[in-house]
């Protein structure tokens, strides 16, 4: 996969995977390929977060087992939030277990995963079997919420759904199983909501619109119908490999980032990509998300773009232009340089802004 190419084209390749194809339109509607690290440490906090920065990425990444107080409230309100503002729920759980362990930690329990995040991560040092069994139970959950809507509307219970989620296709790997739900007396039938399908009564495409907002055209207006077309993800769940850190001395390098690359070539059906620090689409054929965390700008009032060097925990922090244009990384992750900010929306706005244009640097929109 050439560095050049846009994210509406890489949406066109084909077997991309569902969630990456609605990705791909996403961060080309919206012209953010930014994600947010959510480490904070209540739901209230957790919603105020995704409130105040959600026009501006495309990804929010949580950390679910620091939140004291997590619980089905903080999951209706990122799912109404998500839906709202258009992003996608990525719950950075870094899963490192043997299968049986790592299904039970994915489905199971109060934080319950699957059911919630479009995307995880894990690494693979259990070896390549943890990979099958997340997508095993990622499926088992799938056809779980399927099945819970056809019980309901075979039941005759006429309903509004309050999770868009439920109504929604259900994809395994690149398969769609059509929605359950058929047109009845009494039912509440919404369109499903794939990335294929267009709006009703609308007159272009969710691709057609991406390609419009890639090449730099389009205003907001557009950019409301593009978003309205797009709708809302697939039922898909889709996994990210820790290929590479971040921090000093992470034993992350050479052979394990090889493996993780084998790996997730042999399982593109469920890999969506990497968490990296560079670009690891190395064949013709790889189309991997790369995001990457240590991402950090210089205050506002500083004139020099310089990095900055780490927190002094182990963190080392790399420019938005040396992330995207640089080394070819896809979406940036932000923490601590967003949430400390007095105005975080419009700290988020900023961040946004860079790594936009250092997506357009690397594919030749404008000139470095």
């Known amino acids: 996969m050439s560095r050049t190419a846009r994210f509406s084209a890489r949406a066109d390749l084909p077997d991309t995977h569902p969630l990456k194809v609605y990705l ?50 903080t999951i209706k309100g990122l799912k109404e939030i998500s839906r709202r503002k258009k992003f996608l729920l990525f719950e950075d759980r870094k899963f490192g277990d043997i299968g049986s362990t790592v299904q039970s930690q994915y489905t199971r329990g ?30 088992s959950t799938m056809e779980s919420l399927v099945q819970n809507v056809s019980t309901e509307i075979t039941a005759g219970t006429p309903r509004g759904s309050s999770d868009g989620e439920d109504e929604a296709d259900f994809y395994f790997g690149t398969e769609r199983i059509p929605n359950m739900r058929s047109e009845r007396k009494g039912s509440v039938v919404r369109a499903t909501t794939t990335i ?74 469920f890999v969506v990509g990497f968490i990296a620090q560079r670009s690891l689409n190395e064949e013709k054929q790889d189309n991997f998300v790369t995001m990457t965390p240590g991402v950090s700008l210089p205050p506002v009032d500083e004139t020099k773009t310089r990095d900055r060097k780490g927190d002094g925990l ?55």
């Open 24 to 73: 791909f339109h996403l961060i080309s509607i919206k012209r953010s390929n930014l994600c947010v690290s959510a480490d904070v440490h209540s739901t209230s906090a957790l919603l105020r977060l995704a409130e105040e920065v959600g026009d501006y990425i495309c990804v929010l990444k949580t950390h679910a087992d620091i939140v004291d107080d997590f619980g089905e409230r």
């Open 110 to 139: 109060p934080l319950a995963i699957a059911t919630w995040a479009h995307l995880t991560n894990a690494h693979i040092f259990p070896g390549p079997a943890i990979i099958t069994a997340l997508e095993s139970a990622a499926a």
């Open 196 to 269: 294929s399908q267009t709006f009703e009564g609308a007159k272009r495409t969710p691709a057609t619109l991406a390609k419009t907002f890639s090449a730099g055209e389009g205003d907001d207006g557009d950019r409301a119908e593009a978003l309205e077309a797009l709708g809302e993800p697939p039922l898909a769940r889709g996994l990210l490999l820790l290929a590479e850190m971040s921090s000093e001395g992470n034993l992350m390098t050479g052979s394990y980032t090889k493996k993780c690359v084998e790996a997730a070539r042999e399982h593109n059906d």
């Open 314 to 368: 182990g963190q080392q922090y790399r420019t938005p232009a040396k992330v995207v244009a640089d080394d070819g990384c896809d979406i940036i992750i932000v923490g601590r340089g967003i949430l400390g900010a007095k105005d975080r929306g419009k700290e988020a706005e900023r961040y946004q802004d860079a790594a936009w244009k250092a997506y357009e640097t690397r594919t030749g929109k404008v000139k470095s």
